[in-house]
């Protein structure tokens, strides 16, 4: 459950920080929109990182 709202979160904060960047005349300053983006690439990363070493830590 954790890894699945991880993961919407991530997809979230990605969509929104790439579309603030896109649009021309964008709501919040760049530096904030560049902000949300990394840390939405950070938390998938992170995410990934996780749920793969518990999958290994599993007992088959």
Avoid: H, Q
């Avoid at 840390?39 to 070493?53: D, F, M, Q």
């Amino acid at each position: 459950m954790r890894d699945a709202l991880l993961a919407k979160l991530s997809f979230w904060l990605i969509v929104i920080g790439a579309f603030a960047l896109l649009t021309p005349n964008p709501a919040w300053p760049e530096w904030l929109a560049r902000m949300i983006l990394s840390t939405g690439i950070a938390l998938a990363i992170t995410t990934a990182i996780v749920r793969y070493r518990e999958a290994r830590k599993k007992p088959k």
